[in-house]
């Protein structure tokens, strides 16, 4: 049975996200490729060969779609077992000076860094 990995805050296919998945797949691992944007995470998926990656489309602001990507987790699969690791890469990343962040997108990007990292790190965890 494949081992499982979870990949939280995959974008485009030349980010961070997707080179550890690549990188998870290389490994052995079937990879559930979580982010915003499903044709995003579908070309990502595909870039891993047949059977290697599951796209899965979550908010990690979202406790309910948190919990639902963790249901899938920890349930094993066609092949794969349970997710045995998980990583956390979700961010809003724009470069923009300090002195013009609005207290709007410092929340936003509170919400993604911090809060959506309670919520994987507490589905996780279980």
């Keep these: 049975m494949q081992p499982t990995a979870v990949v939280v805050g995959v974008g485009s296919e030349e980010g961070l996200g997707a080179a550890v998945v690549r990188r998870f797949a290389r490994g052995g691992f079937h990879v559930l490729v979580g982010g915003r944007t499903i044709e995003k995470l579908e070309q990502v998926v595909k870039s891993l060969g047949e059977g290697n990656g599951t796209p899965v489309v979550v908010d990690v602001t979202s ?12 349930s094993p699969g066609a092949g794969r077992s349970a997710a045995s690791v ?14 013009q962040v609005s207290a709007a997108q410092f929340e936003d990007f509170w919400r993604v860094g911090c809060f959506g990292g309670f919520l994987v790190g507490r589905e996780a965890a279980k």
């Design 86 to 99: 998980v990583v956390f890469n979700a961010g809003n990343n724009q470069h923009i000076p300090l002195q």
């Design 63 to 74: 406790e309910a779609d948190v919990m639902r990507l963790f249901q899938l987790a920890s």
